[in-house]
């Protein structure tokens, strides 16, 4: 497998889809943009809306991929899921959906045949203060 930043993240979001597609997630959008802010995979199961950021490296990995979504990110994140409610492809969507950000990890070892994926539903609230 080539190892350049981008072909390891696309392999890595559609290995995220694959695995959220298995537990039931209907996949709304992928590298979703609205202007400048991006969200990797937006997912809808039952009446829930999730934000998915996908974090994919090759092994041996310094740090754990999800550790990469700090304060900044997670910020990103919370106004990237602004700008898509507003959007139209917000509209064919139930009104009452329950929002989550959620994280996954997909680590590639050798040719990139074999990967661990680890995911994080969840993984933050959005506080405001």
């Known amino acids: 497998m080539k190892t350049d930043k981008p072909t390891v993240g696309r392999k890595?979001?559609?290995e995220a889809s694959l695995y959220l597609q298995r537990l039931g997630h209907r996949i709304l959008a992928r590298n979703w943009r609205g202007g400048h802010l991006e969200l990797d995979i937006i997912t809808l199961l039952g009446k829930e809306l999730h934000i998915?950021?996908?974090?994919?490296?090759?092994?041996?990995?310094?740090?754990e991929p999800q550790r990469n979504v700090g304060r900044e990110k997670q910020r990103r994140m919370v106004a990237a899921a602004q700008a898509f409610l507003h959007s139209e492809e917000r509209r064919n969507l139930p009104a009452d959906l329950e929002i989550f950000?959620?994280?996954?990890?997909?680590?590639?070892?050798?040719s990139?045949?074999?990967f661990d994926v680890e995911y994080?539903?969840?993984a933050f609230i959005p506080l405001y203060a």
């Open 120 to 122: 994080y539903p969840k």
């Open 52 to 63: 998915v950021e996908v974090k994919s490296r090759t092994a041996p990995v310094m740090a």
């Open 101 to 110: 950000f959620d994280v996954m990890s997909v680590v590639f070892y050798g």
């Open 12 to 14: 890595g979001e559609e």
């Open 112 to 114: 990139g045949a074999d």
